[in-house]
């Protein structure tokens, strides 16, 4: 089964940047569904963006649009996120997953992922 390693995290000031990255490891995933959730402390895990397997299409939550940038490699192997302009509302421990293809943006739905790994703390505070 596949499993991710998160990492690339850190403290940041309010505006900075990080560049997250997700390794999978135990086989590849072309063709499925790939994403960054997060999960501030108290509140429950949400989706920040994904990639769609069958088209590659970027799904973003509205909270990010504009900010941050999601990348996959060819070979199904790794993910990126790029966040710009971190607000401290971005705030949490950020996970990668996947999922076989789902449509429109339901990649960004929670439930029914795999491949969860340990997750990458990201702060950000003056």
């Known amino acids: 089964q596949v499993q991710f390693v998160e990492s690339g995290g850190g403290l940041v000031q309010p505006g900075g940047s990080l560049r997250l990255s997700c390794a999978a490891s135990g086989g590849t995933l072309d063709f499925h569904d790939m994403g960054w959730y997060r999960q501030a402390p108290g509140k429950e895990r949400e989706g920040v963006s994904c990639?769609?397997?069958?088209?590659?299409?970027?799904v973003y939550d509205d909270s990010v649009k504009g900010r941050f940038t999601i990348a996959r490699d060819s070979a199904g192997n790794m993910v990126y996120l790029q966040m710009n302009n971190l607000k401290p509302e971005d705030t949490a421990k950020y996970y990668c997953?996947?999922?076989?293809?789902?449509?429109?943006?339901?990649?960004?739905?929670?439930?029914?992922?795999?491949?969860w790994g340990q997750g990458t703390q990201v702060t950000v505070s003056s």
């Open positions: 997953a996947y999922s076989h293809p789902r449509s429109n943006d339901g990649c960004l739905d929670v439930s029914g992922l795999a491949g």
């Open positions: 990639i769609r397997g069958i088209d590659r299409m970027a």
